[in-house]
């Protein structure tokens, strides 16, 4: 079995775990979070899912037991990118220590738009910079459905346009309206998921 190495230096636990736990890449965007625009998300994502949030737990992971993880069962409602069974289960490293319950934010019957990571080598994945790659979403009195993530949607457009015009990716006007608001905020589902497909239809 795989042994944890010792921190190296004064890299920072939380750093070498995420090290070793996820490939390069990811493991350097996890522990730094950098803001991330809504094109990074969907290029970066292996998958892109739609649904409830059927269960949560928290566990040890089975390899680790001194590492924290939440165990997500998720209802998949529409499939955005990737593959998804119907049913499927994830598990994500706890990151924040100071969370009481362990689930990261995880909660049953949520219903959430997630951009997930690939799974690591130990079978763990996270969304693509963490609640950036988290939508969740809310309905109003009339049924319109909205979506925000973790970071309130603050500069999840910056430049999207842009990149979808070199790539020669076409955005619907109500795309474009959306992308090119300054505003942060809460932004409607449906011209969201119009977006991602047109960003992901056109990425290379």
């Given at each position: 079995m795989d042994r944890l190495p010792s921190p190296v230096g004064r890299m920072p636990l939380l750093a070498a775990i995420l090290v070793l736990l996820l490939p390069p890449a990811r493991a350097q965007e996890t522990v730094a979070s950098a803001p991330a625009d809504l094109d990074q998300i969907v290029q970066q994502a292996d998958t892109i899912v739609r649904g409830h949030?059927?269960?949560?737990?928290?566990?040890?992971?089975?390899?680790f037991?001194?590492?924290?993880?939440?165990?997500?069962t998720f209802q998949a409602d529409r499939v955005l990118k990737g593959s998804a069974d119907k049913t499927s289960t994830f598990r994500q490293y706890v990151f924040d220590a100071r969370d009481p319950i362990k689930t990261s934010g995880y909660r049953k019957a949520d219903e959430l738009l997630l951009f997930l990571n690939p799974s690591s080598r130990y079978g763990l994945t996270s969304p693509v910079g963490l609640?950036?790659?988290?939508?969740?979403?809310?309905?109003d009195p009339q049924g319109n459905a909205?979506?925000?993530?973790?970071?309130?949607?603050?500069?999840?457009?910056?430049?999207?346009?842009?990149?979808?015009?070199?790539?020669g990716t076409a955005l619907s006007p109500r795309a474009q309206a959306m992308v090119s608001s300054p505003a942060a905020g809460r932004v409607s589902l449906?011209?969201?998921?119009?977006?991602?497909?047109?960003?992901t239809q056109g990425q290379r």
């Open positions: 949030i059927v269960s949560v737990r928290s566990e040890p992971h089975p390899q037991p001194s590492l924290r993880t939440v165990v997500v609640d950036q790659g988290r939508f969740r979403i809310e309905r909205f979506a925000l993530n973790g970071r309130g949607n603050v500069g999840l457009f910056s430049n999207v346009e842009t990149k979808a015009r070199t790539r449906d011209t969201l998921e119009e977006t991602v497909l047109a960003l």
